[in-house]
């Protein structure tokens, strides 16, 4: 270990920079948050400042921050004046970050004691490894806790380049939790172009900019539970499609200043996934259209409309193109009228199908 490892928090109060920061954005996690800044006040490597930046919650969330941060001096406390959303948030606490590594939990996650430990450990002695990964486990419960399903090649203490590593995230095959080197995630904050999922791009241009990364055993517990951002049923879920766009544009610009590898390879690809996530959107409001009103209908249907008149139609995967429903049509209201009927047809077969 380093020369910080075994330190005690006391120790790393009187003036010792920290090795590790770890941005924690906060929006009403009160029933969570202690469970969160425990872990990371608890970690077995303990030169680590948490920087928690408080997003306007109206819950007890900023209390709690700062009993914390009287209690131990390596939790400094943002808090902004109004609601921003996730990805401006971590930037605020970026901008004031001392770390030579960034982390960022989620303020209803948590880590295990060793977590941090464990990308240390793998990173020492390798000055060409810019990205740590970590075990992301997915928790539902007690007894429903399981390890993300990582590309099926992927094992502990393999390193990959950056640019592997790049394009395994752009379907997700490799998620976005981490360790990364803070000069970085400086020059790639956090891209703020939507509220929600517009952050998931950054990881993209973290792993690209990398030269290696490397997969540890380090954990950390994703609450999956349905009152989350990103899983209860929401209107906000159709701005995952700008977010899409926003990735496609910055892919764009990577490939001009020729950082893109294979870039109309990876182009073709990134529109391909990116066609699938509009079937997809409209998959969710077929199911979900009795829970939204008139006026957010028409909201997820201007956000699928203007994603699908800027997908670029050659680029999309002929095996796609040729499945029934995810033709891209020229025309808007075919497109929907044969996704209306492809949706109808799937419900159908899946109450046929034998119950297993």
């Known amino acids: 270990m380093g020369e910080n ?6 120790e790393v109060r009187m003036g010792q920079k920290p090795l590790v920061s770890v941005l924690v954005a906060v929006y009403n996690s009160a ?10 006040l608890l970690q077995t490597y303990q ?6 930046i408080d997003d306007c919650s109206t819950d007890d969330s900023l209390s709690i ?13 943002l ?18 970050a ?20 464990k990308t240390i450990v793998a990173v020492e002695g390798n000055d060409e490894i810019d990205v740590a990964v970590f075990q992301l486990m997915e928790y539902y419960s007690d007894d429903n806790c399981h390890p993300y399903p990582l590309a099926g090649h992927l094992s502990v203490g393999q390193v990959l380049t950056g640019k592997a590593a790049f394009e395994l995230s752009l379907d997700w095959q490799l998620h976005g939790l981490y360790l990364v080197r803070a000069d970085i995630h400086k020059t790639y904050p956090f891209d703020t172009s939507c509220r929600l999922y517009s952050d998931d791009n950054t990881t993209r241009l973290h792993y690209l900019h990398a030269r290696n990364v490397v997969i540890t055993d380090g954990r950390y517990f994703y609450r999956k539970h349905p009152q989350s951002a990103t899983n209860s049923v929401s209107i906000n879920r159709f701005l995952y ?35 699938m996530n509009i079937v997809d959107a409209c998959w969710y409001i077929y199911c979900h259209r009795r829970e939204f009103d008139e006026q957010q209908r028409q909201f997820a249907n201007d956000k699928i409309r203007r994603a699908f008149d800027s997908i670029e ?11 029934f429903g995810y033709y891209p049509f020229k025309s808007f209201s075919l497109f929907r009228l044969v996704e209306i009927v492809y949706f109808f047809l799937r419900r159908v077969v899946k109450k046929l199908s034998p119950k297993q």
């Open 65 to 77: 921050l700062h009993d914390y941060a009287e209690k131990d001096a390596r939790v400094k406390v």
């Open 313 to 323: 139609r050659q680029r999309i995967s002929p095996q796609i193109r040729r499945k």
């Open 241 to 275: 499609l700008d977010a899409n766009m926003s990735m496609k544009r910055q892919l764009q610009e990577e490939a001009k200043a020729g950082f893109l590898p294979n870039a109309e390879e990876v182009l073709n690809r990134y529109e391909t996934i990116r066609w």
């Open 31 to 40: 029933n969570y948050l202690p469970q969160c800044l425990d872990s990371l």
């Open 5 to 10: 490892q075994g330190q005690t928090p006391q």
């Open 47 to 52: 030169s680590v400042e948490v920087i928690a």
């Open 79 to 96: 808090s902004l004046a109004s609601n921003q959303g996730q990805a401006k948030a971590r930037n605020a606490g970026l901008e004031i």
């Open 98 to 117: 001392q770390g030579e590594w960034i982390a960022t939990v989620d303020s209803d996650d948590w880590l295990a004691p060793d977590a941090i430990e």
